[in-house]
């Protein structure tokens, strides 16, 4: 372990190697250099960041556990986002499974998710619909359109058919373009957060509730 | 698959049309009605136009907290060689491991647990608050200092409901019931807590009747490292269904962190996150308590 651990020359798959090794550095390395795509993707499929935090922990622990495991057939960061899903997907569940709970529904509204004054309120509508979103849905087109990962990828990271990436990212920028209605040209004041047509929900008042239930599509066959 | 009335498509459609998830007639029916309906063509604009707004999110960075909270549950997890019982640990994202997978994974824990626990640790965070507690006589340091409040709530702990039940159990201790404070020993199932819902299984015996022992798990989940006595330390159930483990025995320490804004809370089983089962259920930072 006497190379260094960053540069050009030592790629993920050989600190994966030098983790199984029993190298106490690598995989701290392997995760700076990939937690913040991790990050993104984790709290845009759960929505807020308590629930993204628990996810990617579990997931990150689970995959320092696996890596000795890790088959070298994909690519590591595919392997990584796919951990990472699942725990969301699962973190997802457990919220839907026990409604009861008091978690912290109040806090998604007010992220720092915004920058300059002409964006700010077409992405935070945007993230608000996301929200609604079931994760599934939400898991797709978050790696696909937002992260730009090619379809055949994601299906293996979300480890369905790429006809079923297909289709929840079809239905799930369905659902966002009707929830995102207000914002169309043509609907409304153009481009300018169209007040007139009965904006589907300022997120500051109506904290988005996220759809877990019966349009769950698991298992659905490509079409 | 929809389409509504009159031939006008719904976002529904639009969406599986440029996906290219309409059959041949439907889509060939599709593209003929948008070529002559300017309403449906607007729609499809803003359909596009809504992946554009998905691809320029702006850019989001992990936050300090939470690279810190991660940095720190995978220090633990290098402390304690394995997390979560082998058992469950081989399961869950590996669609089919292969025998000889299992077997790497399973050589891997041993090289890891032979290697790393025990060691002391060093990571680039200084820990003024705990500078005092420092070296080997840090328990028998800790422990002078340790009229820290043990309850045997025997709650049931859930990755999902423990940053509640740990601040509800600081809630508990700010009233006047700490019964089990500045004693040597709490007694075997005192529940000063009202909480109970479980008894607290008989493995945490040997824990729940010494605060030297319990400073010992600390001092070994801290490998080494100087630290603080617990704020905090309950007794209970935990339970995280994804991975199998049910009511398992499990000491919950809340911790001070070497940062004001928030304290630590650990979970582990009766040895303390060491062999043979190495359960160290859970690590999450919680807000500090005033």
């Known amino acids: 372990m ?26 701290a390395e392997l995760v700076r250099r990939h937690r913040d795509r991790l990050w993104r ?12 935090a628990d996810a990617l922990q579990d997931a990150l622990l689970s995959a320092y556990r696996a890596a000795g495991g890790f088959r070298g057939d994909a690519a590591v960061t595919t392997w990584l986002h796919r951990i990472v899903v699942n725990a969301c997907l699962d973190v997802a569940r457990k919220k839907a499974a026990r409604p009861s709970v008091p978690l912290s529904d109040t806090p998604a509204d007010d992220r720092p998710a915004r920058d300059t004054i002409g964006d700010r309120e077409t992405s935070g509508d945007v993230l608000a619909a996301l929200r609604t979103l079931p994760p599934e849905q939400a898991a797709a087109v978050v790696l696909v359109d937002i992260e730009g990962y090619p379809v055949a990828e994601v299906a293996v990271m979300l480890d369905v058919p790429v006809g079923t990436v297909k289709s929840r990212c ?14 169309a040209p043509g609907k409304g004041a153009p481009g300018s957060g169209a007040p007139g047509s009965g904006a589907p929900g300022n997120p500051a008042t109506a904290p988005p509730v996220r759809n877990t239930g019966d349009d769950n599509d698991d298992g659905e066959e490509p079409r | ?80 060689a394995t997390v979560v019982p082998a058992q469950a640990a081989a399961v869950p994202f590996w669609r089919r491991p292969t025998a000889a997978g299992l077997a790497a994974a399973a050589a891997v824990a041993a ?7 025990g060691t002391t640790r060093h ?53 006047p019931l700490a019964s089990g404070a500045g004693g040597t020993a ?38 080494g490292e100087p630290f603080a006595a617990p704020i905090h330390v309950d007794f ?29 809370a650990w979970i582990v089983g009766p040895n303390c996150a060491t062999a043979p089962d190495n359960n160290l259920y859970l690590y999450q930072q919680v807000p500090a308590q005033p």
Not at chain 2, 192 to 220: G, K, Y
């Open chain 1, 2 to 27: 006497s190379e260094p651990l960053t540069g050009p020359d030592v790629d993920d798959r050989a600190l994966i190697d030098r983790h199984a090794a029993g190298d106490r550095d690598a995989f």
């Open chain 1, 41 to 52: 993707v984790a709290l845009r499929t759960l929505g807020n960041p308590e629930d993204a």
């Open chain 1, 170 to 183: 079809a239905r799930a920028r369905g659902r966002l373009a009707e929830s995102l209605q207000h914002l």
């Open chain 2, 1 to 80: 698959m929809s389409e509504p009335a009159a031939g006008h498509l719904d976002f529904a459609a639009l969406a599986e049309l440029d996906e290219g998830l309409l059959g041949g007639a439907a889509a060939d029916a599709a593209r003929a009605h948008l070529a002559e309906c300017p309403s449906c063509r607007s729609m499809q604009e803003h359909l596009a136009a809504t992946r554009s707004a998905l691809a320029a999110l702006p850019d989001e960075p992990m936050p300090t907290a939470v690279s810190a909270r991660l940095d720190a549950a995978l220090r633990g997890a290098a402390g304690t």
């Open chain 2, 111 to 117: 090289l890891v647990a032979g290697v790393v626990v």
């Open chain 2, 123 to 175: 990571h680039d965070k200084a820990r003024p608050l705990n500078e005092a507690a420092a070296g080997a006589g840090a328990v028998q340091r800790a422990a002078a200092a340790a009229n820290f409040p043990v309850t045997s709530s025997g709650q049931q702990y859930t990755p999902v409901n423990a940053p509640t039940l740990v601040a509800g159990l600081l809630k508990a201790k700010a009233a």
């Open chain 2, 186 to 223: 709490a007694s075997p199932n005192p529940s000063p807590l009202t909480l109970t819902n479980t008894q607290v299984p008989d493995a945490l015996a040997p824990l729940e009747s010494s605060r030297a022992a319990i400073l010992r798990c600390v001092a070994a989940l801290r490998a």
């Open chain 2, 236 to 264: 209970g159930v935990f339970t995280n269904r994804p991975i199998h483990v049910i009511n398992q025995p499990a000491m919950i320490l809340l911790l001070p962190a070497d940062k004001p804004t928030f304290d630590e």
